[in-house]
């Protein structure tokens, strides 16, 4: 190639000056810091998201079931005027028809916050949801089924407030 100059042919032109070695070093580096900021970045930002949804469900639930103390309170009273409204009778009065009127009213009320009544006479027994008292025969239920509710449950946006006290038919 260069005859005047045969040094520059052994030397290997591909190599680079020795001053850009630390260059290249630093460059790799920086890169590298700049990798960990973007992953410290990108898991800062899922944490964050993480937190957001976090803190709406607790929201949600605190929303949901804000009137739980008051809801479980009442349950006697659904109690009485259930109570009441059996040792009325069924004959028509204008007592009788108020205080099923009450007793309708009021059990609106709380079914527009989310309670609803557990009466599971003819439906399996179910423990997440009823407590059996006793065993009993029953003409026509089947085995495991609820023959008599000696007292309603009720359920808090389907959180289980309180168990249906319950007979269930006996196995044979």
């Given at each position: 190639?260069?005859?005047?100059?045969?040094?520059?042919?052994?030397?290997?032109?591909?190599?680079n000056?020795?001053?850009?070695?630390?260059?290249?070093?630093?460059?790799e580096?920086l890169?590298?810091?700049?990798?960990?900021?973007?992953?410290?970045?990108?898991?800062?930002?899922?944490?964050?998201?993480?937190?957001?949804?976090?803190?709406?469900?607790?929201?949600?639930n605190?929303?949901?079931?804000?009137?739980?103390?008051?809801?479980?309170?009442?349950?006697?009273?659904?109690?009485?005027?259930?109570?009441?409204?059996?040792?009325?009778?069924?004959?028509?009065?204008?007592?009788?028809?108020?205080?099923?009127?009450t007793?309708?009213?009021?059990?609106?009320?709380?079914?527009?916050?989310?309670?609803?009544?557990?009466?599971?006479?003819?439906?399996?027994?179910?423990?997440?949801?009823?407590?059996?008292i006793?065993?009993?025969?029953a003409?026509?239920?089947?085995?495991?089924h609820?023959?008599?509710?000696?007292?309603?449950?009720?359920?808090?946006?389907?959180?289980l407030?309180?168990?249906?006290?319950?007979?269930?038919a006996?196995?044979?």
């Open positions: 190639m260069n005859q005047d100059h045969p040094e520059f042919d052994s030397e290997d032109l591909s190599q000056p020795p001053e850009t070695d630390p260059l290249k070093a630093e460059i580096s890169r590298s810091e700049i990798a960990l900021v973007k992953a410290d970045a990108l898991r800062e930002r899922a944490d964050l998201e993480n937190q957001r949804k976090r803190i709406a469900r607790d929201v949600e605190a929303r949901k079931f804000a009137n739980e103390k008051l809801l479980g309170e009442l349950l006697p009273v659904f109690d009485s005027l259930d109570a009441g409204l059996t040792a009325a009778g069924t004959q028509p009065s204008p007592l009788r028809d108020g205080l099923d009127m007793y309708k009213q009021l059990l609106k009320v709380a079914a527009d916050n989310g309670l609803t009544l557990l009466d599971p006479v003819g439906q399996p027994f179910n423990p997440d949801q009823h407590q059996a006793s065993q009993g025969e003409e026509g239920i089947a085995p495991g609820v023959v008599q509710v000696f007292q309603k449950g009720y359920l808090l946006n389907d959180r407030l309180r168990p249906a006290l319950v007979v269930v006996k196995q044979d």
